[in-house]
């Protein structure tokens, strides 16, 4: 004789199915959400690297046009410094009708340059960052024995230690630098600590970064954070 099953018991056996349905979905959602930040985050680190090695690559066309890489700035001449390297290799960057606008004869921030600031090249902005900002992502490292000593020039001969260990460019996040202004990490005021809150520092709001490029083009990630 075939005994049937109560009622409360195939139902809640039918609840018991579907929860571990659910938990298989949930699981599999995760998984994939995952996959998906992971390889949004991919993406956005190798355009970053990518920015980076066209500026590497502009610095050596101004290096072969005239001989020395950029200053990190030019003065006026009262010594103040008054135009940046970022817009000295503004031509090397396809941007030349952008150099043509700006003025030599007044500083980085006067009347005519000004206008120019929400016109930030793409090379200086990181894709991770506000789309709104003005402010630059790429700066040099600025000071004695390093490649951007000043408002003087250095050519590649005089890298004693070799390119490769040699820092030519380095990403931050919230640098509060216009990208037209002749500031950068001062090495004798910058935190050699990569993401530090307290103090400017080679730095990333990505989960993995940032990037700093050497002059023999190898670029290099701190790990993640």
């Not at 066209?54 to 005239?66: E, G, I, K, S, V």
Request: proline share 8%; charged share 20%; aromatic share 12%.
């Amino acid at each position: 004789m075939k005994t049937e099953v109560p009622f409360f018991r195939r139902r809640g056996f039918r609840w018991c199915y579907r929860g571990i349905v659910v938990a298989i979905l949930v699981v599999a959602a995760g998984l994939l959400w995952s996959a998906i930040r992971e390889a949004r985050d991919a993406a956005i680190a190798c355009s970053s690297q990518s920015r980076l090695n066209q500026l590497h690559l502009a610095m050596c066309n101004y290096h072969d046009a005239y001989g020395c890489f950029p200053p990190a700035y030019l003065v006026d001449e009262d010594g103040v410094p008054a135009h940046s390297w970022r817009v000295l290799i503004l031509p090397f960057i396809e941007e030349k009708e952008r150099y043509s606008q700006y003025r030599f004869d007044e500083p980085w921030n006067g009347p005519n340059n000004r206008r120019l600031a929400s016109q930030i090249p793409h090379h200086f902005h990181m894709p991770n960052e506000p789309d709104d900002s003005l402010d630059t992502n790429i700066v040099a490292i600025v000071g004695p024995e390093t490649a951007f000593p000043g408002s003087s020039s250095v050519t590649i001969a005089d890298f004693a230690d070799g390119l490769d260990n040699t820092i030519l460019l380095a990403e931050i996040t919230g640098s509060g630098i216009c990208w037209m202004e002749p500031r950068d990490l001062q090495v004798d005021q910058m935190s050699f600590k990569i993401n530090d809150p307290e103090r400017p520092s080679i730095s990333s709001s990505r989960r993995y970064g940032p990037y700093v490029i050497f002059f023999g083009n190898r670029s290099r990630v701190s790990e993640p954070f």
